[in-house]
């Protein structure tokens, strides 16, 4: 769906459009929907009085009056809202107003005792915009739906920042939607120079040059496929003297087979994912180049595409690291972590102070935590509660998981430094996030995010494919370590 929104000053009563949407909070009408039923002569609790509609959260109720239609949505108890439950609101919203055929309508900011202005603004802003979203690149016949929105007496600013934070989920979530064929590293390089338009510095690199610079191990994932890779860094510079340059680094494979190793059928059929790392990262960029928070940032991506064929990377191959350590292959499909760690080497040796990594690494992730929470590992108390904090304010689910030393020894190879696999399916999530803390010693945080960067089924707040997980978490980050 085309969705316009813009905050407004009026009231409901007053924006001259087909529906107005009011709430129902525990079952009375909201201040605005007291303003209306004043507007309507008392029409309005008259009805309501009679059906004996009581709101559950995120009931709705259209009511044809003679000027224009109603839509009531039930809030529950004003104490018992959330950031979260307004998100679904508004993308249910979205959906309800659409699919009633309206094309334009005013919306109160349901404001209550336990959320601010800024803060209802902005929830309901994200979860209208991201409830609209959909891929309809590849559909022949179909024309997206237009809407006009109004949000009565919102916040303009808090309007305005969620806008640009909501549109850069649905700019991650339109790179992973992308089909593999489409979307291959150059494309993903492609796509990431077109930010430049927004003042950042963007800056890729082709075989060639990764190769003089020494990333092995990236370069051994790589080339197997006929689609060759590149290394994408893109920078923000903020205006004035910056406090902490941060790094992000996300996981960028375009198609994981599994290689060698391969996959099954099914297994692979949601693996054109396996760049929502990169995705989610390249859109926290876009939103920060946008927002231009006083920190510095830099995000790295080394994009590749897992495959089979005459010169594919092997099991028993031995590929050194841009750190300089070697690492024997044992499983062509843990190729994540040594696409990351060459990445991550890179990132600490151009001198990031801290660096967040985002990647679809495990399945022993998904395993442990399923699809609504990603796994957090850090070898940083600090930064590890920044990032809790941050996703907690952003409704992006994560939880600690550790980085148990005691394992550590289980990534030693007998023929080289290190080994990418541990032997075993235990612990597979730890064992992952214990060899990208090989490649260095800045605080550094992983998150898995194997589970939520996907989904097979619509969702609260969009339809089934990539959710844009993380961008709204690392937005968050960013706005945080300023002050
Ligand atoms: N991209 C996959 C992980 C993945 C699995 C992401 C399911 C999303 C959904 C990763 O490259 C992988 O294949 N990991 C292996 C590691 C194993 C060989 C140690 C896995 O999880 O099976
Ligand atoms: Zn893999
Ligand atoms: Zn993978």
Redesign the pocket.
Known sequence: MELRLRSARRSVVEIPAPVRIVGIWGGELSDEGQRLDEHLKGKLSAILKNLRFQGDLGETLLLPMEEFHVLLVGLGKRRGISLEALRRVGAKLVGEVARLGFREAACETFLSEKLGKKEASAALTEGMVLGSYEFLKYKSRSEAKRLRLWLSRASSSAVERALIVAEAVCFARDLVNEPPNVLYPAELARRAEELAQLGLEVEVWEPERIREVGMGLFLGVAQGSAQPPRFIQVRYRPTGKPQRVLALIGKG?TF?T?GY?LKTSEGMS??KS?MSGAAAVLGAMRAIAQLRPPVEVWAYIAAAENMVSGSAYRLQDVLKSLSGKTVEVL?T????RLTLADAITFADREGAQTIVELS?????C?VALGNQVAGLFSNDARLAREIEEAAERAGEKVWPLPLEEEYRERLKSSVADLKN?AGGRDA?AIIAALFLSEFTEKPLAHLDI?GPAFSDKPHALGPAGGTGYGVRLLVELVDHLQS
């Not at 679809?360 to 022993?364: D, Q, R």
């Open positions: 494979l994981d599994g190793s949601t693996m396996d499983n499909d843990a190729e994540g679809t690494l495990t399945g022993a998904v696999v597979g194997a």
